[in-house]
């Protein structure tokens, strides 16, 4: 396996007014697990992940005290992490947060939680927001203005659509997008580039997507990492959330021929569809904005 993506260290930040602080472990070759410290009592959670060693030599170098592991969907990059804590012995001592409707396919699970429940870790408590479409089942949990979202939402782009329906899908976008914008975007892949990449694709007219691409392949180039966003960034660039821009629609006229303009969710699909093929990266056309 080749090294992680990102090859610089990630500092911590702090969120909720203090109350919390988060850090990032770059583990495989590209995911995020995302660290949650409740400043007050000293409780850490784990949200998401494919192994334990990485966030096992994090907890230990810092001195933190783990004590909760937050899942979000249960594709093996995210509950990975409990089978191999369940191998060390290390699982039946934590609590088990995830997603109710996929409770079976949660390792070591013991507090099964759904659209509206309320998750405390020491003293801040967050909500929990069911976000289907990638994989049913699938929640995002969001501790005031910071927002783990697993592989629903990504910086500048969205997952795939296994279970879908795309209908499904857009009606979590939209409910994610609709957060205020100060909202951190915590997704659990540096696939920042790539995303933005297609963005340009089907919008080269969007003077913010522009100077985000600038500014990111600056970062990405010398290995650090971009993510999280914010929800205005993603509301101003990423082209899943963008369904009214005609730029896209026009876009996607070109590729499918007649697109439903008067449903948003068509437009996202055919946006997926698009995405999905990956003309992004093959097409001898296409050029980045970064030489002006």
């Not at 993506?5 to 602080?21: L, N, S, W």
């Not at 007050?40 to 005290?65: C, F, H, M, W």
Request: net charge negative; proline share 5%.
């Amino acid at each position: 396996m080749h090294g992680h993506v990102v090859t610089q260290p990630m500092e911590p930040f702090e969120a909720m007014d203090g109350a919390i602080e988060v850090h990032r472990v770059a583990v495989w070759q590209d995911n995020l697990c995302w660290l949650m410290v409740c400043k007050k009592s000293g409780d850490t959670a784990v949200i998401d992940g494919p192994q334990a060693a990485e966030v096992l030599e994090y907890v230990e170098r810092l001195g933190l005290n783990l004590t909760t592991v937050l899942n979000t969907h249960t594709h093996g990059d995210h509950v990975g992490i409990n089978r191999d804590l369940e191998k060390r012995g290390l699982l039946k001592q934590l609590r088990v947060v995830g997603p109710a409707r996929a409770a079976k396919d949660v390792p070591g699970l013991n507090e099964a939680v759904d659209e509206g429940s309320v998750v405390r870790l020491g003293a801040v408590e967050g909500r929990v927001m069911r976000t289907e479409g990638h994989l049913n089942g699938h929640v995002s949990y969001l501790f005031g203005d910071v927002l783990f979202c697993g592989d629903t939402l990504f910086t500048g782009g969205c997952g795939y659509l296994f279970d879908g329906p795309p209908e499904v899908m857009y009606e979590s976008l939209m409910r994610l997008a609709a957060l205020p914008p100060e909202t951190r975007v915590c997704c659990a892949h540096e696939y920042t580039q790539d995303n933005l990449a297609f963005a340009w694709f089907v919008e080269p007219d969007n003077q913010a997507l522009r100077t985000r691409i600038q500014s990111v392949w600056e970062v990405r180039e010398e290995g650090g990492c971009v993510v999280p966003s914010t929800i205005e960034e993603e509301r101003a660039t990423n082209p899943f959330l963008r369904p009214g821009s005609p730029t896209i629609q026009n876009r996607l006229a070109l590729a499918f021929g007649e697109v439903d303009a008067s449903s948003f969710s068509a437009i996202f699909a055919a946006t997926r569809r698009l995405k999905d093929r990956k003309d992004h990266r093959t097409s001898p056309d296409f050029r980045l904005p970064l030489d002006d």
